[in-house]
């Protein structure tokens, strides 16, 4: 194996995306003194590990199309169509990736939104999210994370037990909003929101109420 990325998840289990000493795209492993080496994944993307949570029960990653550069990061970038939100795949897969003709840069055609994986350390399941900047509750059960559709910017949750569940809107409005983290007792969630030309930082009660911003 190449260099790899690591993170320690339940136990003394080791999760690390690396590739083979050969040139070939990385996969993400998991060993441990009771599970032996194993990949979770198997498809020709690059894989970039993210986020664990307090549990280490769960795993954020992306992936992107070798070759495809900075677009192609988040496994939905030029050159990459990634399965729906909400897709799981099975243990020692990862969700479909098939490469695309030419992305269309130049041509109008839209991009992809980004996606991103989660990976539950256990039983090596992968659920696919339309989304960006995931970030794991500091009790680890909760997902927030930001998607974008069409001239709109929403704040969501999803439990990290079951991803493919539907999301729940903290927040939805067309101010862009991006890096959401969730407050210790999982209540409130802060973000930076950019109200004109200038990032500004926000709070607001995880059922969406009370918001306010903290800087101006």
Known sequence: ?????????????????????TPGP?????????????????????????????????????????????????????????????????????????????????????????????????DGRIVTITGSSPSFSPDGSTIVFVSRTGDDTSLLTVATADPSTTPTVVRKGPERVDFPAMSPAGTRVAFQIMTRDDWEIAVVNRDGTSEARVTR
């Open 26 to 122: 990385t996969q993400i492993h998991a060993v441990g003194s009771a599970r032996p080496l194993a990949a979770l994944t198997a498809d020709p993307t690059e894989k970039l590990l993210g986020a664990i949570n307090s549990t280490g029960t769960a795993l954020v990653f992306t992936t992107r199309v070798p070759g495809a550069g900075r677009g192609g990061r988040g496994g939905a970038g030029a050159g990459a169509a990634q399965a729906p939100a909400g897709t799981a795949a099975a243990p020692g897969t990862a969700p479909a990736v098939s490469v695309a003709p030419a992305s269309g840069r130049g041509t109008g055609a839209p991009a992809a939104p980004p996606t991103f994986n989660v990976l539950s350390i256990p």
């Open 1 to 21: 194996l190449s260099a790899a990325t690591l993170a320690i998840g339940a136990g003394d289990t080791v999760i690390f995306a690396a590739g083979p000493a």
